[in-house]
């Protein structure tokens, strides 16, 4: 266990509340990915990958094919240091494993800050300026803004969905984000078919405490 305040584990068994939901990938460029060291850490990795969820982040960046359609994932946590580096090695790779998609998943920004930071917006514009076709953001617990650049969507943060780790949060509030893509052989098409879907973390919201189901 890590000298922090909040170090997190599980059974391996809970894999299935994944595969129940079919959850297909999970990112694990986090700050909470090392709470019990390399170990765990790889443990996890292993654990996601034998249950048929696909693992990335960090310096795992895989390429799924999905409907025939190569989709590169890139798992980025932008509170260790060194993101601008990372992402744009990562956008490489995953280019010349031949993605003809690309997703950028962050964790980054403020816990509870309402508003995305400039270093956020900076981080999105240069994932999108480097190939990346839709960015999602983690880790400040409730949901923020989105942006449109170049034609490709961000969201800077997607709140909390399934979360266990507080009873009663002072923000319930939370979304699905949908988004469905065309791709031909010119590339991913500009018609990009997006959809927010407003949700609570909790269906016992109006009696004030969060019951872990949305």
Same mark, same amino acid.
């Given at each position: 266990?890590?000298?922090?305040?909040? $170090?997190?584990?599980?059974?391996?068994?809970?894999?299935?509340?994944?595969?129940?939901?079919?959850?297909? $990938?999970?990112?694990?460029?986090?700050?909470? /990915?090392?709470?019990?060291?390399?170990?765990?850490?790889?443990?996890?990795?292993?654990?996601?990958?034998?249950?048929?969820?696909?693992?990335?982040?960090?310096?795992?960046?895989?390429?799924?094919?999905?409907?025939?359609?190569?989709?590169?994932?890139?798992?980025?946590?932008?509170?260790?240091?060194?993101?601008?580096? !990372?992402?744009?090695?990562?956008?490489?790779?995953?280019?010349?494993?031949?993605?003809?998609?690309?997703?950028?998943?962050?964790?980054?920004?403020?816990?509870?800050?309402?508003?995305?930071?400039?270093?956020?917006?900076?981080?999105?514009?240069?994932?999108?300026?480097?190939?990346?076709?839709?960015?999602?953001? $983690?880790?400040?617990?409730?949901?923020?803004?989105?942006?449109?650049?170049?034609?490709?969507?961000?969201?800077?943060?997607?709140?909390?969905?399934?979360?266990?780790?507080?009873?009663?949060?002072?923000?319930?509030?939370?979304?699905?984000? !949908?988004?469905?893509?065309?791709?031909?052989?010119?590339?991913?098409?500009?018609?990009?078919?997006?959809?927010?879907?407003?949700?609570?973390?909790? /269906? $016992?919201?109006?009696?004030?405490?969060?019951?872990? !189901?949305?």
């Amino acid at each position: 266990r890590q000298d922090k305040t909040f $170090a997190f584990k599980g059974k391996a068994d809970y894999v299935r509340v994944l595969t129940e939901g079919s959850v297909e $990938a999970a990112t694990l460029a986090n700050n909470h /990915s090392y709470d019990y060291g390399n170990e765990g850490y790889w443990d996890t990795f292993g654990t996601l990958g034998k249950a048929g969820v696909m693992p990335f982040g960090y310096e795992e960046s895989p390429v799924m094919l999905i409907k025939g359609i190569p989709v590169g994932l890139i798992g980025i946590n932008d509170l260790t240091g060194g993101a601008e580096t !990372q992402l744009i090695a990562e956008l490489e790779k995953v280019k010349r494993k031949g993605a003809r998609l690309i997703i950028c998943y962050f964790h980054w920004g403020t816990e509870l800050e309402p508003y995305a930071d400039e270093n956020q917006r900076d981080l999105a514009h240069l994932a999108i300026d480097h190939g990346a076709h839709l960015v999602l953001g $983690a880790h400040p617990h409730i949901v923020q803004g989105t942006e449109t650049y170049k034609g490709r969507r961000i969201i800077y943060s997607l709140g909390n969905f399934c979360f266990g780790g507080n009873s009663s949060p002072s923000d319930m509030d939370t979304m699905i984000y !949908q988004q469905t893509f065309t791709i031909d052989a010119d590339g991913v098409k500009k018609d990009n078919v997006t959809n927010i879907i407003p949700c609570s973390i909790s /269906s $016992a919201a109006y009696d004030g405490y969060n019951n872990y !189901q949305p």
